[in-house]
């Protein structure tokens, strides 16, 4: 299966909103409800920052939220704070027990 | 506190095999799956496949198919992924991440990272 399609960057000042998209198929994306976006600092594991394209785990602020329409899932992030600066990756089930990434998006604050 | 304990770096030459393990505490071991996940220096993640540590199942990314191996050991709460014919393009940060049983729950615990360096 193909990685899911993400800007490569996005970026945006403190406490403005960004929004981060992330484009498959019906055969993943647009077929589960499934869509994970996870965190990743430099020389960090990656985070798991929202679930089944709108939960939040606990201790994960509610300004990230995250929502799906067709193919393309998006994650927001608003009231931008500095240590939001990291690499985001959407993640989807695919079916058939496999599960597939994007290709990660770096989120700059100015 | 949850946690997995990933093993340390390796050096590999091309056409070796490495043996990462990832130690889970701090919650039954049999109650979530195991996922493997390696990022190469500077890319994405990539998704590589799962074992089910209650059955021992197993369920491997197109890509890998035939050249990695997950295994279990129940009663030392390890998991084990092995990569045989390595090759430059494998040199990656190897990542276990536990989840829930069923589709719909995230990876929600991680190792922290086994390099693998693959270099004549």
């Known amino acids: 299966q193909s990685a899911l399609t993400q800007p490569p960057s996005a970026s945006g000042s403190p406490g403005q909103s960004v929004t981060i998209s992330c484009t498959g198929s019906s055969s993943d994306v647009g077929g589960y409800n499934y869509v994970s976006w996870y965190q990743q600092h430099p020389g960090k594991a990656p985070k798991v920052m929202i679930s089944?394209?709108?939960k939040r785990p606990p201790g994960v602020p509610d300004r990230f939220s995250g929502s799906k329409s067709g193919n393309t899932a998006s994650l927001t992030v608003s009231g931008l704070q500095a240590e939001d600066e990291a690499e985001y990756y959407c993640s989807s089930y695919a079916g058939s027990d496999n599960w597939v990434f994007g290709g990660g998006t770096k989120l700059t604050v100015l | 506190q949850v946690q997995l304990l990933q093993s340390g770096a390796e050096v590999k030459k091309p056409g070796a095999s490495v043996k990462v393990s990832c130690v889970a505490s701090g919650y039954t071991f049999t109650s979530f799956s195991l996922h493997w996940v390696r990022q190469a220096p500077g890319q994405s993640l990539e998704w590589m496949g799962w074992?089910?540590?209650?059955?021992?199942?197993?369920g491997y990314s197109q890509r890998l198919q035939g050249r990695v191996t997950f295994t279990r050991d129940t009663s030392a709460s390890t998991a084990y992924m092995e990569l045989s014919s390595l090759r430059s393009e494998d040199t990656a940060m190897y990542y276990c991440a536990r989840k829930r049983f069923g589709d719909l729950h995230p990876f929600d615990i991680w190792g922290q990272g086994t390099m693998v360096t693959v270099s004549s």
């Open positions: 089944e394209v709108t």
């Open positions: 074992v089910s540590p209650p059955s021992g199942n197993t």
